[in-house]
């Protein structure tokens, strides 16, 4: 018998629930191989052109994570890339520190603009496009936001080189060395990719959704046309029916709740929002996270390449 101030147990969890039918239709859980073909098959109309993938997202988001699953897949086994070493510096010197923390001290990997490409099979060639990563959305401060946006903003334009070590408390220099002055075709972004965390949608800050509308308005001035953008979700942690089992990832009541709330918050149509599970072993290239990985990436191509051919 509990005592007279004794707690009552806690209710029991509500149940997961799933849908009936998946609440995305277009969407075959066999369409495979036919979107592999497709990406290993997939050139640019001009020789030598590279199609421009720039990721970007909050901190933690899973950017590099997302890189590493196209590579997994693309390669038929779980890739890491190699922690990136670099003694890069940003033009700006006057403040050295991120909330506190010295720069030497933050992992490189989230401050260096860093571009990815992916060997074909057991040749010495590449696929035609490049994975370009840059550092996480930090929303701390009404500056941050805005120097944040100008980044991206450079980057869209082809005027940031690889290597260059983002700085939260400056933006890039035109006298910096890592500022492409004459940006080629295939320096330009042509296809901007947000990377959120399912499992992070409902507690997001106000502020990094208004960094995400702002980085879309800019993404809507680029030159000749509105260049296209496509939101990747990863549900590596989202749903306990769904980590059981992948392929209830379009029959989640829960996750699909929290992608049409992210696709009404930020504006973005929810037909250019993908649900992705990352690759960490074996077992997730087999039991039908690599189709979802492929499925997006073969979409992201496709909208890259109608942007890099329009006139």
Known sequence: MG???????????????????????????????????????????????????LLQGPIGAGKSSFINSVKSVLQNRPCTESPVQSTSHSSCTKKRSISGTPLAEVDSRTLLYKAFKIKKGDSNCCYPFVL?????????????RQLHVKDVKRALKGHIKEGYRFNPECKLSKDDRHYNSSPSDSDKVHILVFVIDASTISSMKQE?????EDIRDEANEMGK??????????????????????????KSVS????IYKFST????????????????SESDLKDGADVLILHALRRIIERGDDFLNKP
Request: proline share 9%.
């Open 225 to 250: 046309s509105t260049l296209n953008r496509i939101r990747i979700i990863s549900v590596d942690e989202a749903c306990p029916k769904i980590s059981r089992d992948i392929r209830n990832v379009y």
């Open 265 to 280: 918050d930020t504006r973005i149509n929810i037909d250019n929002i993908y649900p992705v599970k990352n690759i960490h």
């Open 208 to 212: 990094n959704m208004e960094v995400i």
């Open 132 to 144: 370009n990563d840059m550092a996480g959305l930090n929303a701390s401060s009404r500056k941050t």
């Open 3 to 53: 005592g007279l101030f004794s707690k009552a147990p806690p209710p029991p969890p509500s149940p997961v629930k799933l849908l009936d039918a998946p609440w995305r239709k277009h969407f075959n859980w066999g369409n495979k191989e036919d979107d592999l073909q497709y990406v290993n098959s997939y050139k640019p109309q001009t020789e030598g052109q590279q199609l421009r993938i």
């Open 255 to 258: 996750l699909k709740k929290k």
